[in-house]
């Protein structure tokens, strides 16, 4: 078994990051969404008679984007306030076949084989334990079912990019762990039991102004210093790989990869 077990704790839950976030987060990143909403519908194979299981679903977007074409939804998430936004987004638009519960990704509260597709999108590098998460999924997958999923992520073959992304990243959201390389996730997969069928990404990297990424997690002013130093003093083969340029107006702009996986159940 691969060894991921060397995160360090957050110093602040994601239950309580994402409860402070609630409110706003539909509006903040719904710009965000639709290549890897489009991404996880278009490979995961959906029947009209499917039960989907939406993991760490936050305000709903991806149990919302499978309710029309399936026949039940259930998105769990340990962030109360998420979830009430995604019972509120859910009546507004008439869903009437998807609920939501409140659980950790590392110990689900449903019966073995219960799901045709798992989903999971933007949370994994939330995970307290990936193996468990990754052990959970295949337990409540069908034999012949899919996980789809879609999470930022570090590249393969440099691990000082890595460290500084996964730094900078807990600077700016303390309740973030770690994010994981494409063979990270082709290990951690393989090694619960699933055949991976597709890694690779959504459409290449997002671009992101740096101002906008520390107004979106809510950071006090100290905090947003701190990153802005990390991005103004970074090596030069990590400015090279996340491209971090400062632009005319004096914002700085980078790019962080996504991994997406499709993975099936045997
Ligand atoms: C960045 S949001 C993504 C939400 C949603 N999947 C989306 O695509 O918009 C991360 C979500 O993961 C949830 N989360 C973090 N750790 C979790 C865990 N261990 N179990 C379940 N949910 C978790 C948070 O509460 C939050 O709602």
Redesign the pocket.
Known sequence: MSDFGAVAAPTRS??E??DKQAAH?NAQ?NTW?EE?LSWILAHSGYQPTDKVL?????????ALAFAPHVAEVIG????TG?LDQARKQAEEREITNATFTE????ALPFLDATFDIVT????PH???DIQK?AAETARVLKPGGRLVLVDTSVPDGDIEAADWQNAVEVLRDP?HVRNYTPSEWRAIWEDAGLTVETIGDTGGGITIPLSDWIFKAGCTPEQAQQVRDQFANAPANVKAIYQIVEQANGETVFTWRRVAVRAVKP
């Not at 769990?76 to 962030?79: L, Q």
């Not at 659980?103 to 590392?106: F, G, K, L, R, T």
């Not at 999971?120 to 949370?123: C, P, V």
């Open positions: 994601a239950k990051q994402f987060y990143w969404s890897t939406d993991i760490a679903t936050g305000t709903g977007f991806t769990s998430d340990v962030s998420m659980a950790p990704a590392e999971s999108r933007i949370a939330h995970f307290l998460f309740s």
